[in-house]
């Protein structure tokens, strides 16, 4: 072989070399997003644990995988779905929506970590050890809902001091529902108020509950916290204007599209805390030394154009406890 040839291989091979390198580089991680609607309907809340994960780091697409599965409203598609994921091998569930996905999730791993949500006390409905050493594969943020409960039904009395005929709706699947309703049964008590509970579960059913409050001449509702009537939202505050219906609900998302008032915690910051979550983990933090969040601060937002147009007059003294008005 002439030398001239013999260097221009060993120049060749040098080349080569950087390109070799980078292809033997490790994957991205891979975080499975696992959720019981559709990603339409809670495209928002993606974004924020999006944010989260940029706060901690990692960008979609680039420093890390987001696999997701959405059951499109068929809860009974979860469990599927999650096996899916733990066949994928994901490195991280996070896992949305509320206690019936993360059970899901916990149900189909012991081993991969989970960032979920929680609807009630986690330690009260054994999904982790404790809040502050959850001790398991689990962590993630409680909303406590149940307890927002009977706040709720309180502030829905401040604003219509004179109504006693009130209604709270309930997804009768939402694992929950039983501790909603005695929270809102026990403020309804002590307010000497007559509290009926309605329950609905498929999109059909709720133009139905609103007909049955209309003919049984019901003064305001509450609709008690569920995955499901968060992704119906829009749907529930234009049934609440079309049947006049003074409604609570128990996210800021409500009003935001014209419902009357909200009081609840921030959602949009509490999943931005799955993705910093996510993130530690990632980073090599065990959920299981992560202390169980929750939401530093609860919301009361009013929408006083929605008042007007249901004809109420807002007392001053609620107005003046509202974190936010909508004008």
Do not use: C
Not at 184 to 207: Q, R
């Amino acid at each position: 072989m002439r030398r001239r040839e013999f260097t221009t291989l060993l120049g060749g091979a040098a080349a080569a070399k950087p390109f070799t390198a980078h292809a033997q580089q490790p994957a991205m991680p891979v975080i499975g997003f696992l959720n019981g609607q559709s990603l339409e309907e809670w495209a928002d809340l993606v974004d924020a644990v999006r944010q989260g994960l940029s706060q901690a780091g990692f960008i979609e697409g680039r420093s890390v995988a987001i696999e997701y599965r959405f059951a499109g409203n068929a809860s009974d598609r979860l469990p599927a779905l999650a096996s899916e994921l733990v066949s994928r091998k994901v490195h991280l569930i996070v896992a949305t929506g509320g206690d019936i996905t993360t059970r899901v999730a916990a149900a189909a791993t012991s081993s991969i970590p989970i960032v979920g949500t929680f609807g009630a006390d986690p330690v009260e409905t054994g999904l982790v050890v404790s809040l502050n050493r959850p001790g398991k594969n689990l962590t993630g943020v409680s909303l406590f809902n149940a307890a927002l409960a009977e706040k709720q039904v309180e502030m829905l009395h401040l604003a219509l001091p004179g109504t006693r005929d009130i209604a709270a709706l309930i997804n009768p699947r939402n694992l929950n529902s039983e501790r909603f309703v005695k929270a809102a049964e026990a403020a309804a008590g002590t307010l000497g108020l007559n509290l009926i509970v309605m329950s609905a579960e498929h999109y059909g059913e709720l133009e139905t509950t609103f007909s049955i409050l209309s003919q049984r001449s019901v003064g305001a509702l509450v609709v008690l916290a569920d995955p499901f009537f968060n992704a119906q939202r829009k749907q529930l505050v234009a049934l609440a204007a079309r049947s006049s219906m003074p409604t609570m609900y128990f996210s800021r998302t409500f009003v935001e599209v014209g419902g009357l008032m909200s009081y609840g915690s921030n959602r949009a910051a509490d999943y931005r805390q799955l993705g910093i979550y996510a993130g530690r983990i990632l980073r090599g933090d065990k959920p299981g030394d992560l202390p169980i969040l929750q939401p530093t601060k609860v919301e009361l937002i009013i929408n006083l154009k929605t008042a007007k147009a249901l004809g109420l007059d807002m007392p001053p003294t609620l107005l003046a406890r509202a974190d936010e008005v909508i004008e």
